[in-house]
């Protein structure tokens, strides 16, 4: 089981981490909700939980709880500039569907 | 997919529950507008990575012709209908601007709201609708960059602007369809960008952790000058006081430099306007490089010299002086020692030069602080309060109040004025007084909605009037007459009297005297409904180009993959006529429904291709599997 990001990824969670002045890494998570299932969570870390599994992507901490690892693994996080829009996106594997708008899916 | 960011623990959005919200700084020379993402502020470009708008629009006889930088080209060709610098022009009655309308070239019209507008060829234009253009550009690259509509807007003003000032740009927001979520004062902006709002709460460091803080904001734009001095006690900014100089700026550091150089090449006064614009640009482009250089070597019209930084300084210190002075008063104003100040701020393009940086510093015996982009950090500030109050970031980590600058009275007999809130009162706020009649069988009275701090009503600023009526006669003093005074969290007042034996009831919004009528608002509404069937049909329009772009690159892609295998000769080429006509028409065609139906024929005839090629994957996926398998599958 493994998540991994990109050097874009990186660079700006770190960018957000040092701005942010603390925080341990960043949460990649899953939750039911939406109008297709599942989304995505992406949060600071301040406080892991004992059950959380940790992979560290060059300098940063990825921290994710282990019921979401289940639909994350062999996710890759990137970071992506549409025209004038910007941020992270799921590169994740194991979507089958996602909603018109893409902030939920389904495995 | 939908691209994130980053949230504070526990806060990620719902899907599509994501509100976007902007901070606009909308400048006198130049425009921003800012966002938050995963925590941070930050400036949204345009599609050339440019973060500044010039505020200037340009009209012709069919009505705006452009904004911003394109605008800003016509100003020499055509500058009667190349309007820039609106901000000084918003809320201003016809006599203010008699005062110092001169500066600006256009030509004024004086209409019956005694509201100035602006002669040009699409006709007279209020600067209130130029404002409108220059927010609705922003807005628009907001919606560009979010892909998504926006939820609001916080929008900066100076802390000097008066009730109908800030009405004016509300109305103006109004117009361009955002969302108005408060009015911010600009040197509050700038110290919630520095997160001096957090310092104070929090408390950094230990000792000053809950003790008021005094900041002074130093904002010297292209050609304005103002200086704040805030406090800032437990999330609260007052302002102690404002000062400045409108007609002072960075520009005036290039003319200055110009003027030299004009006589070390030993040319007359009345130069002609390009001589005019080789030199400033020259002087401009100097003074940027003498930012990091000792000196420059300069070559301009067949002169060549050099300019040293200390030279520089003693061609531009004259002005910083000037702006020292206003500082000055202001402190005093303020009642503030000079060493009280714990934190200043350098706001606006011109605090690049670090002449202006050493000064400040020298005056108020701190360093100014100054790692954001100048120009940016208004608008930044704005962002993140718009990004509170939109909802996005919870809790009341942030609930910051701003109070009324000028107290706000009404005008008793005599001609005085009897104040009901008093400044540097936060808001929101309501107060109410009780006054009586004055002459026996009295019936009405007139109500006079003052603004200021002088005890004679002639002496501050007139912002409504109204009267109440049908008061039941009786003798003087036996009426009791409630006046409330209300202000909202925007600065906006609204006023009602009330008498209370009868209940009979008046009230009003201010409504500036020079404000926009209820008509002229009207109107404009209307003129947005009746431009409502172009807009729906532009965005008809593109979404079938949308669709057709998406079947022609599918069927193209379909064609290159099975198109040898699953269709003759002929079929083919038939579909490429198809794709062909349909890709001609996708770029002559302003007609959506035309669009529509060369999209559907282009779908009858790639039927039978589709329904072939179904087959084809479907034998593929089958070929070699037993009936048992298929059905355990």
């Keep these: 089981m493994a998540i991994t990001m990109t050097p874009a990824a990186e660079q700006h969670v770190i960018k957000h981490l040092e701005h942010r002045a603390k925080g341990l890494g960043i949460r990649l998570g899953v939750r039911t909700t939406g109008c297709s299932g599942l989304s995505y969570v992406l949060e600071f870390v301040d406080d892991a939980a004992s059950e959380d599994e940790v992979f560290q992507c060059g300098d940063v901490k990825l921290i994710i709880d282990p019921k979401s690892l289940l639909y994350l693994d062999g996710t890759e996080l990137d970071y992506v500039k549409e025209g004038l829009n910007e941020g992270f996106e799921f590169k994740n594997p194991n979507v089958k569907d996602e909603c018109g708008c893409g902030e939920s899916f389904h495995v | ?633």
């Design chain 2, 1 to 633: 997919m939908a691209l994130l960011q980053i949230s504070e623990p526990g806060q990620s959005p719902q899907p599509h529950q994501r509100r976007h919200a902007v901070g606009i700084d909308l400048g006198t020379t130049n425009s921003l507008v800012a966002t938050v993402r995963s925590g941070m502020a930050e400036v949204l470009a345009d599609e050339q990575g440019r973060d500044l708008l010039p505020s200037v629009v340009h009209y012709v006889a069919e009505g705006v012709s452009c904004v911003g930088y394109e605008a800003a080209e016509h100003n020499v060709a055509d500058p009667l209908n190349t309007l820039a610098s609106v901000k000084r022009l918003m809320g201003r009655g016809v006599a203010d601007i008699k005062t110092f309308g001169s500066q600006l070239p256009y030509e004024f019209a004086d209409d019956k709201g005694g509201m100035p507008k602006i002669k040009t060829a699409a006709g007279l234009v209020s600067p209130i609708q130029v404002s409108t253009e220059i927010l609705r550009k922003l807005a628009g690259r907001a919606e560009i960059a979010f892909d998504s509509e926006l939820d609001g807007a916080v929008i900066t003003v100076p802390a000097y602007f008066d009730e109908a000032q800030r009405q004016a740009t509300k109305d103006a927001a109004t117009l361009a369809g955002i969302k108005v979520l408060r009015l911010l004062n600009e040197p509050t902006a700038a110290a919630i960008a520095y997160g001096l709002d957090e310092a104070q709460k929090d408390g950094g460091a230990k000792e000053t952790k809950g003790q008021d803080r005094t900041v002074a904001i130093y904002d010297l734009g292209g050609g304005t000058f103002d200086i704040s001095i805030l406090r800032l006690s437990k999330g609260v900014f007052e302002v102690l006081a404002t000062g400045g100089d409108s007609a002072l700026g960075g520009d005036d550091f290039d003319h200055a430099i110009a003027d030299w150089l004009r006589q070390q090449i030993g040319m007359d006064d009345d130069l002609n306007p390009i001589e005019q614009r080789i030199l400033l640009e020259t002087a401009k482009s100097a003074k940027e490089e003498l930012t990091d250089s000792a000196e420059v070597a300069l070559e301009v019209l067949d002169w060549q010299g050099i300019l040293t930084r200390e030279l520089m300084h003693s061609l531009i210190d004259g002005l910083i002086a000037k702006t020292m002075r206003a500082c000055k008063k202001s402190l005093r104003d303020a009642g503030v020692a000079q060493d009280q100040i714990d934190d200043v701020i350098l706001v606006g393009g011109s605090t690049r030069t670090p002449r202006v940086g050493e000064k400040v510093a020298e005056l108020f015996g701190t360093q100014p602080l100054c790692s954001l982009d100048p120009d940016q950090v208004v608008a930044m500030g704005a962002a993140l309060q718009a990004e509170v109050l939109v909802g996005n970031k919870s809790g009341d980590d942030m609930l910051l109040l701003d109070v009324i600058p000028l107290s706000l009275g009404i005008e008793t007999m005599g001609g005085l004025i009897e104040k009901i809130i008093h400044r540097n009162t936060t808001i929101p706020v309501a107060k109410a007084q009780e006054f009586t009649t004055f002459k026996d069988g009295q019936t009405a009275m007139a109500i006079h909605v003052l603004q200021g701090e002088r005890e004679l009503a002639s002496d501050c600023r007139s912002l409504a009037r109204f009267e109440l009526r049908g008061i039941p006669p009786m003798v003087a003093g036996a009426a009791k007459i409630r006046v409330s005074y209300q202000v909202d969290a925007d600065g906006l007042l609204s006023v009602t009297a009330r008498e209370l034996t009868s209940n009979v009831e008046s009230r009003i919004e201010v409504k500036p005297s020079y404000g926009l009528g209820e008509e002229e608002i009207t109107n404009m509404l209307q003129d947005s409904f009746s431009h409502a069937r172009d807009d729906m049909q532009a965005r008809a329009l593109r979404e079938q180009q949308v669709e057709a772009d998406r079947m022609i690159e599918d069927l193209l892609a379909a064609i290159y993959k099975d198109g040898e295998a699953l269709l003759d000769a002929e079929e083919r080429q038939c579909l490429k006529v198809a794709i062909q006509e349909l890709r001609e028409l996708r770029e002559s065609t302003t007609e959506h429904r035309l669009l529509a139906r060369q999209i559907e024929s282009v779908a009858k005839a790639s039927e039978e291709f589709a329904a072939r090629r179904m087959d084809a994957s479907i034998k593929t996926a089958l070929a070699g599997q037993t009936l048992d398998e298929i059905e355990k599958g």
